[in-house]
Every structure is written in C-alpha cells, then in structure tokens.
C-alpha cells in the first residue's frame, strides 16, 4: 500500500498542533512570522483557537501519529453560503506522493458534511493560490475547483493570486449576490 493510500485524513485534536507546525516549518511559515510573539506561538495561538470554533475545520494527513499535512477551512456566518480554503499544505519530505490530491479531496467533502450537519448548506469553496504555484493548481482543479479569476497586488507589488472555486451545491444564486453586467 502506498503512504498516500495508508495515511488518515482525520479531524485535527489539540495534540496534532505541534505537528501542523513542523508541516508550516518547511512550507508556508512566512505566514506566522508577524508581530512580537513567535512562530511557535503565533501556530498555537491560531490552530488552537481554530478548534474551538465549530465553523472552522482542520484536518490532518497522519501516517500513524506523525502529522504530514492539513487542510484549514473556515466557514463564518452570517454569510452567504461562501467558506473558504485558509490553508492547504504536505510536509516537503511527503510531497509528490499523492498525499495532497487525497487530502484536499477528502478534506473539501468532510468540511461541507460537517457545516451541512451544523444546518449550513454551503454553496461554494473558495481559495486563492500564487499564479506560479502550478502544482498546488493542478490539484485544486483535479479536487473539482476552477479558476474564477486572478487578484493582482494582493500580496503586494510583484503577486498575482489565482481564485479557485468549487461549486457545492446547485441552488440558484440568490438574486441579491446576482451582479448585473
Ligand atoms: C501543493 C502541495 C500541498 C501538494 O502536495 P503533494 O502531496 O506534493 O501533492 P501530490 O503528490 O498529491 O501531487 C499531485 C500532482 O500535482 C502536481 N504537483 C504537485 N506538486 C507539484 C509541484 N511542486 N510542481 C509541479 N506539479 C506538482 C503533479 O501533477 C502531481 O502529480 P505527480 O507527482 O504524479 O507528477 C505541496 O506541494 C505543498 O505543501 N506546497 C507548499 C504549500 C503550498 O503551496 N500550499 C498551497 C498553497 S495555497
């Protein structure tokens, strides 16, 4: 059996936060290096509140007790049925091994079960990725995401975002979010 069929996508526990952080270490950490506080502070600080928030969901690729991805949603009402992809991200000793395609397609379904069992029936996914970031793109659009469009500067001068959304539910677009062209 393969890691990527061995690992289990499971709902992330207070205890896999110390793992989520050594998946951050290698890959998308800038993102926790702000302010006074830590790296190390700035992750618990976040994920910990994460899991006390029941429209937000961290899920964790594990091979046995070792943490060797996530997936961070956050769904925030009131809202229109819009949730997004916060973070998405394999340790770099684990990639290009299939655990990313398997996660981000299992993630996506257990994040929409979970919010419809709240009673909020979600109509979208949404997330945004660097343009040059093909690989994190090719496995967004295999999870059935699109590219919506892109966002120039929103990083700052010299980044152009890609937004990807997946269509979850064929409900109508309510005729208030309908924009008029
Ligand atoms: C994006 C990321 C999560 C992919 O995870 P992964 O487990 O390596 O992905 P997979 O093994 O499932 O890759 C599946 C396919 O996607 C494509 N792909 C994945 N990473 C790629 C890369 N770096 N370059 C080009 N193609 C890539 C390939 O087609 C790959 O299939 P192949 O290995 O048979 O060629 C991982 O590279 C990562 O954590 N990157 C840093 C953080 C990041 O960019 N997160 C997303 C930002 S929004």
């Known amino acids: ?16 936060i110390l793992g989520i952080a050594s998946v951050l270490n ?13 790296f190390e502070e700035n992750v618990k600080y976040c994920f910990s509140r994460s ?15 070792d943490v060797v991805g996530f997936a961070w ?21 684990k990639q290009r091994l299939g655990i990313g ?6 993630a996506s379904d257990m994040f929409i079960e979970d919010q419809r069992r709240l ?3 979600l109509r979208t996914l949404h997330l945004t990725t660097n343009y040059s970031n093909e690989g994190a793109q090719t496995i ?17 001068d010299g980044n152009v975002e890609v937004v990807m959304v997946k269509k979850v539910s064929n409900e109508a677009c309510p005729a208030e979010y309908k924009t008029k062209i």
């Open 101 to 106: 395609s398997r996660l981000i397609t299992e």
């Open 26 to 38: 290698d890959t998308l950490g800038q993102d926790f290096k702000y302010g006074i506080a830590s």
């Open 1 to 16: 059996m393969s890691l990527a069929e061995k690992v289990k996508i499971v709902e992330a526990q207070r205890e896999d």
């Open 51 to 65: 899991l006390e928030h029941k429209h937000e969901k961290i899920y964790v690729a594990k091979d046995d007790e």
């Open 140 to 156: 967004y659009t295999r999870a059935g995401y699109i590219i919506a469009g892109e966002i120039k500067c929103f990083v700052g």
């Open 119 to 121: 009673g909020v029936n």
């Open 73 to 93: 949603f956050m769904n925030h009402p009131p809202n229109n049925g819009t949730a997004i992809l916060e973070m998405f991200a394999v340790r770099k000793d």
